[in-house]
């Protein structure tokens, strides 16, 4: 995880938090202004802030500490599932009781059900300028904070080096009959993601032929992950952070970025109309989306972050050098609206037909 300095903090303190006759401190990180006076100051006076994430629960914590190291401002986190997340959002919203000052979701068609019902704010962060008009709501509404990526990861017992897979294609071969774990499609952003770059980037009949090498079906990555480091599987989808966490507990095995494409997710995230503490959300977001919370994020979650100029994600200590964001594939959203329930059902009937 990214810490900072004694030294870099108190060059913080020194370049952001200086007072001289009425000026008002300012947050600024590394020589980068996250938040002007105004803001700054109204969120101290909130002091903290709900957020409701889909985010890895360890991580998410994990990056809102040093949130809270860079300002001192607290936080809660209230952590589910996409779909769990999202009942919960529309439930407590149409009672007129959503307690979150932050949400997130990881599916867009749902993220836009909620800007449909006016249950967002706009905010315009301080990294606008730069930002990729494909990772933030035109209006401000949401932003992109991390999109994480499913690759591969293959157990060095059971598959040698020379026959490891390096793309989707290669879950075909019959050597792996039986020892690939896939997640499937209906379980999230990240699942569904997956399910498109395979049919119209790497095979339109990827689906069928996968089928037939009888891969075994998981609703989360974690287990999967868990499978292929006893070696139960030989290979299965995982997200970085699960083979971080594998190779750091001495598991044999090795990650692979499969080259048709490396699908990836976006975790969508906005500041409730609803909000007791806006302004610490506001922090928090122009933060998260600044260069410092960019570095947190790839450091943190191994995932890549939204603003351009923060570093992607690595494991050096492995010899393991990650692609730019440019390789990353996430799908149209507009395919989000019109493919996903028909194809979802498709994909079941591909997958579940002879089971």
């Known amino acids: ?16 938090l200086a007072l001289s006759g009425t000026a008002q401190a300012q947050l600024v990180v590394n020589g980068e202004t996250i938040a002007d006076a105004a803001l700054l100051q109204a969120a101290k006076a909130e002091g903290q802030f709900l957020y409701y994430t889909t985010n890895l629960e360890d991580n998410e914590r994990a990056a809102l500490d040093e949130f809270r190291k860079d300002t001192g401002i607290r936080s809660e986190v209230v952590r589910l599932n996409g779909s769990r997340m999202y009942e919960r959002v529309m439930t407590e919203a149409s009672g007129g009781k959503l307690a979150a000052d932050l949400i997130n979701l990881s599916d867009f068609v749902l993220m836009q059900n909620v800007v449909d019902k006016n249950i967002l704010v706009r905010h ?8 990729p008009a494909d990772l933030k709501h035109p209006d401000g509404l949401f932003y992109v904070q991390n999109r994480y990526a499913k690759i591969l990861g293959y157990n060095t017992v059971r598959v ?8 989707w294609k290669d879950l075909l071969d019959p ?16 699942g569904w993601t997956t399910a498109m770059l395979q ?23 974690t287990q999967a992950s868990e499978d292929v480091a006893r070696g139960e599987l030989f290979v299965a989808e995982m997200l970085p952070a699960q083979g971080r966490a594998m190779l750091d507990a001495g598991a044999p ?44 994020i790839a450091d943190t979650f191994l995932d890549w972050p939204t603003h351009p100029e923060a570093p ?21 959203k507009e395919d989000w609206v019109t493919l996903k329930d028909a194809w979802i059902k498709e994909w079941d009937q591909a997958y579940r037909s002879g089971k």
């Open 1 to 16: 995880m990214n810490t900072m300095t004694n030294y870099t903090r108190a060059a913080l303190v020194a370049a952001g």
């Open 124 to 131: 315009r962060v301080q990294s606008w300028d730069v930002i």
């Open 160 to 167: 040698k080096k020379e026959d490891a897979p390096k793309s």
């Open 175 to 190: 050597r792996f009959r039986g020892a690939v774990g896939i997640q499937e499609a209906n379980s999230g952003g990240i």
């Open 199 to 221: 049919r119209q980037v790497v095979d339109p009949q990827y689906w069928q032929k996968l089928a037939a090498n009888r891969p075994k079906l998981y609703t989360g990555l």
């Open 253 to 296: 095995i090795a990650l692979a970025f499969p080259s048709e494409g490396i699908p990836a997710s976006a975790i969508l995230t906005g500041v409730t109309a609803t909000a007791k503490n806006p302004n610490a959300a506001k922090l928090y977001l122009n933060w998260i989306l600044s260069k410092r919370g960019g570095k947190v």
């Open 312 to 332: 992607a994600p690595s494991l050096a200590k492995y010899n393991i050098a990650f692609p730019p964001a440019t390789l990353l594939w996430m799908g149209k």
